[in-house]
């Protein structure tokens, strides 16, 4: 069983920067895949970005890539996401997840955390 407990949303204005955080606890975090999905009001749930156990291979949504970061600190067993140049059309509940690989993550991760809302004012 792994728990995760996402923190850092907010309001923010356009333009602006937001960090995430997804703090980890349980079974071995540092050999999951781990990723940020998002769901706005009205809409599916959407994979945002992923990152594998090693940190050394990530994934980007096309709708984000060149704008946020995702990073992982296995000591701290915790992710991140780094959103910068944010858009109102980022705003959504933004969920973190985990599987024990990255098909898994992007197909049907094994733990979501709680959500937590960024909303993006023009």
């Known amino acids: 069983q792994i728990q995760l407990v996402e923190s850092g949303g907010g309001l923010v204005q356009a333009g602006g920067s937001l960090r995430l955080s997804c703090a980890a606890s349980g079974r071995t975090f540092s050999s999951y895949a781990m990723g940020w999905f998002r769901q706005a009001p009205g809409k599916e749930r959407e994979f945002v970005a992923g990152?594998?156990?090693?940190?050394?291979?990530?994934y980007y949504a096309d709708s984000v890539k060149g704008r946020f970061t995702i990073s992982r600190d296995n000591a701290k067993n915790t992710v991140y996401l780094q959103m910068n140049s944010l858009k109102p059309e980022d705003t959504a509940v933004y969920y973190c997840?985990?599987?024990?690989?990255?098909?898994?993550?992007?197909?049907?991760?094994?733990?979501w955390g709680q959500g937590t809302q960024v909303t993006v004012s023009s």
């Open positions: 990152i594998s156990w090693s940190g050394g291979d990530t």
């Open positions: 997840a985990t599987a024990t690989n990255m098909y898994g993550l992007r197909s049907n991760p094994d733990y």
